[in-house]
């Protein structure tokens, strides 16, 4: 099983268009952090505390090209690190590993495309609902 969580450890970022901000602006909220856990047959892959509103613009722009056939490599970049932190790539048939150089197993996951998919789709709902205006 593959799931992918945020946890706002009781703090609110305040709502704002940020889907529709420009990376330079996004820049202003890098103090807004949440807890992102992802697991993998109930093994932790990844958990740190993000910058919310930089993760959220990241992976919404992706999730975006994704939709329109653009599978490209999700790449989350943080100004805070000089190495991408959590990396999905496409690979044959249908098939995403994600990776993370923090992982906290032995190897990067490989899950199928569909699972990948609905797990960004629930996670962005969230993240929307709680914080875009």
Known sequence: MFTINIDFLGQQPPRA?????????????????????????????FSEE?????????????????LTGNADQFVYSTVEHTEPILVFSPQQNQYWKIDSIWKQC?????????ILHSEVHK????IMVAIEA
């Not at 103090?31 to 992102?36: F, I, K, Q, R, V």
């Open 17 to 45: 268009p940020y889907s529709r901000m420009s990376l330079d602006e996004i820049y202003g909220y890098l103090l807004w952090e949440a807890d992102l856990t992802v697991t993998y047959n109930n093994q932790m892959l």
């Open 50 to 66: 993000v910058a919310i509103i930089e993760f959220y613009w990241y992976l919404v722009n992706w999730y975006r090209r994704y």
């Open 123 to 126: 996670l962005l709902e969230e």
């Open 106 to 114: 032995d190897k990067p996951a490989l899950i199928k495309e569909e």
